[in-house]
């Protein structure tokens, strides 16, 4: 997809935001491109101090005026962006999702993931509904007695956390989700993006935060497709003053026939997805080995406690026993240890 913009029309502040939008929502795997050019002339050395020009996806300049009688073809570009009025941070992509809703090659792969859409879901009859109080009620259980000032919602999809708990959570309360799908989080920001709630791109095992940022973080019905949950179980304990909440699959066992990533500790499953044209179906489902994962766990004592379930299997429809870990922030847990059992413990919803 090509985009086009005429300088003269947005004037520098607005060409710099689409810009800066330009490099946060697309990357070097998507085809797209941002065509700079002008109507009249213009000093583009202000614009060009923020433009990586070795960097894909491309963005290119034409600082020669287009002549009047070119003027039409410009002007007839399926996408011209200084039409916006308005720009808001993310309008880029918001065009983007609906004239191309399904790439070919990555997770996005849904029309604007539709089928995780909460309110979407609320249509659905009770017995076929993807989200319930029950998969947030530790959390809820948690954010009333911690009472945190800041809270990280990681992989928040497109905000159905946020819609199940917002009530609780308090209008003083800065509420941070990030989501490595870019259809999820471009649907949470417009339906529940504030000044207090705030949702971006971001990856479970890389948080881009600085250490204990977040009073309270947790995450739900994630960890069972993350790659490296160790990984993501240590970045979640490094930004979360009080601890964190979550659940996990683990085995104490040898799985055969499944690829193990010794760097990760961690067992691969791609049971047979619908997309088996990919090489990696996106929807891989990742056990992680017992005895390493307790390791690290113990090494969070001053922050978090944690559960063992062996009745959840999941996974013995292929022969796979596995044990569920569950997190909890050490304040929370140490006074309410028994609450735990009236809670939906599962790591997949």
């Not at 809703?101 to 859409?117: L, R, V």
């Not at 085995?251 to 619908?274: A, E």
Request: proline share 4%; with cysteine.
């Amino acid at each position: 997809m090509k985009f086009y913009l005429d300088a003269n029309i947005s004037e520098d502040k607005n060409t710099k935001k689409i810009i800066n939008d330009f490099y946060y929502w697309f990357n070097e795997n998507d085809d797209v491109s941002l065509n700079i050019f002008t109507s009249s002339g213009k000093d583009f050395s202000e614009i060009k101090k923020i433009i990586k020009f070795n960097k894909k996806p491309h963005i290119k300049i034409r600082e020669n005026p287009v002549r009047f009688e070119e003027l039409a073809e410009y002007y007839s570009k399926p996408v011209l962006l200084n039409e916006i009025i308005n720009y808001r941070d993310g309008d880029i992509f918001r065009i983007y999702k609906l004239l191309n809703p399904a790439p070919e090659n990555n997770f996005d792969n849904q029309p604007i993931s539709i089928q995780y859409d909460i309110q979407y879901d609320r249509k659905f009859p009770k017995y076929f509904k993807g989200y319930g109080k029950n998969h947030v009620k530790a959390v809820k259980e948690i954010i009333k007695f911690l009472k945190p000032k800041s809270i990280l919602d990681a992989a928040c999809g497109t905000g159905s956390n946020y819609c199940e708990i917002k009530e609780i959570v308090g209008s003083d309360v800065y509420y941070e989700g990030f989501d490595t799908s870019r259809y999820s989080i471009i649907k949470a920001i417009d339906y529940y993006s504030s000044e207090k709630a705030v949702f971006r791109l971001g990856d479970i095992t890389e948080i881009n935060s600085p250490d204990n940022k977040f009073d309270f973080s947790f995450t739900e019905s994630t960890m069972p497709y993350v790659n490296n949950p160790i990984k993501a179980l240590k970045e979640l304990y490094r930004v979360s003053e009080y601890g964190f909440y979550c659940g996990l699959y683990t085995t104490d066992r040898k799985i055969k026939d499944f690829k193990y990533i010794k760097s990760n500790f961690v067992y691969q499953l791609d049971i047979g997805s619908t997309w088996k044209f990919f090489h990696e179906t996106p929807n891989n489902f990742y056990i992680a080995d017992f005895s390493e994962t307790i390791k690290v766990l113990d090494g969070m004592s001053d922050k978090i406690s944690y559960t063992l379930d062996y009745d959840d299997q999941f996974f013995d429809y292929y022969g796979i026993n596995t044990i569920s870990v569950f997190i909890y922030p050490k304040k929370w847990y140490d006074k309410n240890q028994e609450k735990t059992e009236f809670f939906d413990n599962r790591p997949l919803m």
